[in-house]
């Protein structure tokens, strides 16, 4: 059975930092395309970072020098590391695990960011 489990999410004031963290099970974690994805009320869900199984990562033009992604194979686990949060990063964060045609989504982690 395969499991994604985020955390680290939380409320966080503008400007701060928030490392989220996503534990795999039940895969070859090596081998998956990881991913972050994050969800806001009224938008539709969007890529933030990847990171392939090489660990070559990718940023959406939003975080880019914000936020970094992450791998630690031997943990199959991969991590965000989000600094200079803004208001408009609050969203719910989800994790995604994939691999050809399989995907795997976490649960989610709310993150808010507000004074």
């Known amino acids: 059975q395969v499991q994604l489990v985020e955390s680290g999410g939380g409320l966080v004031q503008p400007g701060g930092s928030l490392r989220l963290s996503c534990a795999a099970s039940g895969i070859t974690f090596s081998m998956y395309v990881m991913g972050w994805y994050r969800q806001a009320p009224g938008k539709e869900r969007e890529l933030v970072a990847a990171?392939?199984?090489?660990?070559?990562?990718n940023y959406a033009d939003s975080v880019k020098g914000r936020f970094t992604i992450s791998r630690d194979n031997a943990k199959s686990t991969v991590y965000l590391q989000m600094n200079s949060l803004q208001p408009e990063d609050t969203a719910v964060y989800y994790c995604?695990?994939?691999?050809?045609?399989?995907?795997?989504w976490g649960q989610g982690t709310q993150v808010t960011v507000s004074s």
């Open positions: 995604l695990a994939g691999w050809g045609s399989r995907h795997y």
């Open positions: 990171a392939s199984s090489g660990g070559t990562a």
